[in-house]
């Protein structure tokens, strides 16, 4: 099972903040609605509004992301509700308003202090106020993992908080270790070939297999060269040709790393 760490999650442009957001609408987009035509992911600047489904009484529902991953502090709360108040001034046919948050509000009772979510139903209030025709709905981290739990999320699940399983450097450090657990029973004299790791080494297309290749190719073309200067063989001429086209074509194939893979 993956672990959910939103402080660990995708970045996109670099950054978190923007990886968040839309992981947000990505969620957003799969939300079951009735009665919607279709979704508008907004870009920057969004007027308080990340994106949104508009409806066909041609009323919205609109998303808001904030990549708070803590207890929210004073700024945090002004942010919120500049987004919540611009979304309002800028969409006013707003049905229901969402504001995504990685994290879920604390609820202690200290003298003299509001807890965060007595914090927040006052801004939900203040906010009804203003425009009493719109619902205002936070989802929290533990309302962002629900969702992600479904079976249909399994793919956003992995995108956004997966890792590579095995890395070039993970290799590395299993290897260095191995090496540094026999100690002095290690010697690179020990090394045996053995048929199998040259399949591996055609799968990873890494540069073992290109240093193969450039070695069966300079083989070949010294073939053709002793061939084509053999006086009793200058029937098969032409199939010496064709041959050296045939290797100057796969020379020009790049056949390393796993970007993209020519299959022509």
């Known amino acids: 099972m ?20 839309e992981f947000v609408c990505q969620l957003a987009r799969r939300e079951k609605i009735s009665c919607t035509k ?18 066909e009484d041609g009323s919205i529902v609109a998303w808001q992301a904030k990549y708070f991953c803590k207890a929210f502090d004073d700024s945090q709360y002004q942010q919120i509700d500049r987004s ?17 948050v990685p994290t879920d509000p604390s609820d202690t009772h200290v003298a003299g202090r509001m807890s965060m979510k007595e914090r927040i139903d006052g801004y939900v209030e ?18 962002l993992i629900e969702r992600l739990q479904k079976s249909s999320n399994q793919g956003l699940l992995r995108f956004w908080f997966g890792k590579h399983e095995f890395t070039d450097e993970d290799l590395i450090q299993f290897n260095a270790g191995s090496i540094k657990d026999l100690g002095k029973r290690y010697t690179p004299k020990l090394n045996i070939e053995v048929e199998p790791v040259q399949y591996f080494e055609v799968l990873s297309r890494g540069n073992s297999l290109s ?16 061939i084509a200067k053999n006086k ?19 020379k020009e194939v790049n056949i390393t790393g796993t970007d993209r893979i020519a299959l022509d």
């Open 211 to 226: 240093r193969f290749l450039d070695k069966e190719l300079k083989t070949a073309e010294e073939t053709c060269g002793k």
């Open 232 to 250: 009793h063989c200058h029937n098969v001429l032409d199939s010496v040709e064709k041959v050296r086209k045939v290797i100057n074509q796969i």
């Open 126 to 143: 203040r906010w009804s106020k203003i425009n009493p025709h719109v619902a205002f709905d936070f989802w929290w981290a533990s309302d």
């Open 38 to 55: 279709t979704f508008v992911r907004k870009g920057k600047p969004d007027g308080g509004v990340e994106c949104y489904w508009p409806l």
């Open 84 to 100: 919540v108040k611009e979304a309002l001034n800028s969409h006013t046919n707003l049905r229901r308003y969402v504001i995504a």
């Open 2 to 21: 993956l672990n959910i760490d939103f402080n660990n999650i995708r970045f996109i442009n670099g950054s978190a903040n923007d990886g968040f957001e």
